[in-house]
């Protein structure tokens, strides 16, 4: 293969429609835009949502509710097997390692541990929020929560 030898893929390239090209090639006179009007002009077009200078719809309609999403909570939820996986005996978990460790992504308010499987190594938790079941087997497998 040299240079000279190199083309684009098989109908990569695509010629562009030529528009007001004799009657025959079906875009000819007004270019496929109809006859005369707005929409025919050059840079004429009317903006989403206008209806002649009727008031819109959007504006017709009443108004109802709110949205707080701006202001949620976004807590990252990990559960004990997850830690039992991840991380020693007598470790120390806080927001920073379970980013290490990879259980926690993004952008979050907080870390809640959740109660979900079991938990057999003494870790110490720092930083989080908790269920009372979680809490309950944490203590119980020997690890401490501050």
Known sequence: MRL???SPRPGAKKRRKRLG???SSGTGKTSGKGH???K???GGSIRL???GGQMPLIRRLPKRGFNN????LRIAVVNLHDLNDEFADGA???ENALRKAGLVRGTIDGVKILARGELTK???ITGAKFSEAAKRKIEAAGGTIS
């Open 4 to 6: 000279h030898n190199l």
């Open 21 to 23: 090209s004799g009657e």
């Open 36 to 38: 005369k009007g707005q």
């Open 40 to 42: 025919a002009r050059s």
């Open 49 to 51: 949502g206008f209806e």
């Open 69 to 72: 999403a701006a202001f949620k």
């Open 92 to 94: 120390t978990v806080d």
């Open 122 to 124: 003494k870790v110490t």
